[in-house]
């Protein structure tokens, strides 16, 4: 190999080498792409709940109350409970507008909460106990001042009430009105202390937000 020939030769296994024992930049930011994590929650409804903001969507459940209101609600009652007699039926519906004012709280939901837990039966009893359009708890009922919980205006002013305290204990929870009806199903306390309430719950709150949309 002649003299010329050999230097190539050196070049050419030189920049070889080079480019293979090369070191990076350390000043050349190189990013990596990571692989996706998949998640292991598989139900979002109960995932603990931080950084809650709250009121938005507020407007949706409060007020609602106009001159047509009131005869929507009656004509809601009787295509949801056609043995309700039609005083009984103008009694509810005159009484969920008289406690939705006093209380704050939309005469719809108020009214789509009583036909998720009784289907407007005033004297209806649960398994555990619940009686009356609202399905209190006689201690329930007791605390919030219902003598009576088969009377129809005592109920719904507990009910009410009642309703009114969960939306209160979930200020800051969104959406707050999903949380308060959880609340009423499961208890406050229950859902206070996980952060957040079961999926069981989804059927109840969606059944409810149904009706809400129907009235």
């Known amino acids: 190999m002649d003299t010329i020939s050999g230097v190539i030769v050196a070049i050419f296994v030189l920049t070889i080498v080079g480019s293979v024992t090369k070191l990076p930049d350390p000043n050349v930011n190189v990013s990596v792409e990571k692989e996706p994590v998949a998640s292991t929650q598989t139900n979002p409804r109960e995932i603990p709940v931080t950084g809650l903001s709250g009121e938005e969507g507020e407007h949706a459940f409060k007020g ?92 719904i002013m507990g009910t009410t009430r009642y309703f009114r305290s969960m939306l209160d204990r979930f200020k800051g929870y969104d959406p707050r009105v999903h949380f308060a009806l959880a609340g009423y199903k499961e208890g406050p306390n229950a859902v206070l202390k996980r952060g957040y309430y079961k999926s069981d719950s989804q059927s109840y709150i969606d059944l409810i937000m149904k009706y809400y949309s129907d009235i």
């Open 64 to 155: 609602g109350y106009d001159e047509n209101t009131q005869s929507n609600i009656y004509n809601f009652i009787k295509k949801k409970a056609k043995t309700v007699k039609d005083n009984a039926a103008q009694m509810m519906a005159e009484n969920i507008i008289k406690y939705s004012q006093q209380y704050d709280v939309n005469p719809k939901i108020l009214t789509a909460l009583i036909a998720a837990e009784s289907k407007f039966n005033s004297q209806a009893v649960s398994r555990s106990g619940a009686q009356g359009l609202g399905q209190l708890l006689p201690s329930t009922a007791r605390h919030l001042g219902v003598n009576d919980p088969f009377n129809i205006e005592e109920n």
